[in-house]
């Protein structure tokens, strides 16, 4: 079945630092899309990118998909302690239903 | 109400007691999703409704676990004979799948702790 994944599982970053998340799928996507889960909190849908090679901008949050369709990374330009939290991709299966499947998630840490 | 609704927002329970997690998608999504999420992991695919299709059920852990949806709206997931590796946050999703939107819409999720 399609797998996401996702790394670095992990990332601590100095307040002000650039911090990026990559997500490689097994199998062309038909669209990716990337959620926010702050600590407490559940995963919130940030953006839905759908064509090859797309470029989606929020404020500094920079959202790419692969040529291929089969990755995807999501970049933060000057990290804030508000970015703090896990970062996950998704995309839809292959099955009529169109499931979608979570990567593991990169968890990002901003010291101040 | 506006946004995927679970009950309750925590439970206790003793270790071999059954419980019953529930909850309430938007109105209108043919897309239900339950995931377990253990503290500071990732999210663990448990169960997957679409419309009048028979259910995704390749993420249980164990036949403790099952999961309904009634009427295409509201799912209820029950564990039995619950264990302490069975304390999580629970979390159930819902998405429109119209229109090539698939985007998935989270519940605040049950936390579940069993002693």
């Known amino acids: 079945g399609q797998q996401v994944m996702q790394i670095p599982q992990y990332q601590h970053v100095q307040e002000g630092e650039d911090f990026t998340t990559y997500c490689n799928s097994s199998?062309?996507?038909?669209?990716i899309q990337w959620y926010k889960q702050r600590p407490g909190g559940h995963p919130v849908f940030l953006i839905q990118?759908?064509?090859?090679?797309e470029v989606k901008k929020q404020k500094r949050l920079t959202f790419q998909f692969g040529e291929a369709k089969k990755n995807s990374s999501l970049h933060i330009t000057a990290t804030q302690t508000t970015d703090v939290g896990t970062y996950f991709c998704?995309?839809?299966?292959?099955?009529?239903?169109?499931?979608?499947?979570f990567g593991g998630g990169t968890r990002l840490m901003v010291k101040p | 109400g506006a946004g995927v609704s679970q009950s309750p927002s925590n439970k206790v329970t003793e270790k071999g007691k059954d419980v019953e997690l529930r909850c309430d998608p938007i109105?209108?999504?043919?897309?239900l999703y339950w995931y377990r999420q253990s503290l500071g992991q990732g999210l663990e695919f448990l169960i997957y409704?679409?419309?009048?299709?028979?259910?995704?059920k390749s993420g249980l852990p164990s036949d403790r676990f099952s999961a309904e949806r009634t009427g295409g709206s509201v799912s209820t997931l029950t564990i039995q004979r619950t264990q302490q590796e069975d304390s999580a946050v629970y979390l159930c999703?819902?998405?429109?799948?119209?229109?090539?939107?698939?985007?998935?819409?989270f519940g605040q999720g049950t936390r579940l702790t069993v002693v």
């Open positions: 999703a819902s998405s429109p799948l119209l229109g090539g939107r698939t985007e998935a819409f």
């Open positions: 998704a995309g839809p299966g292959n099955n009529a239903g169109n499931m979608l499947t």
């Open positions: 109105s209108g999504h043919t897309a």
């Open positions: 199998t062309t996507l038909s669209n």
């Open positions: 409704f679409q419309g009048n299709s028979a259910p995704d």
């Open positions: 990118l759908v064509k090859s090679g």
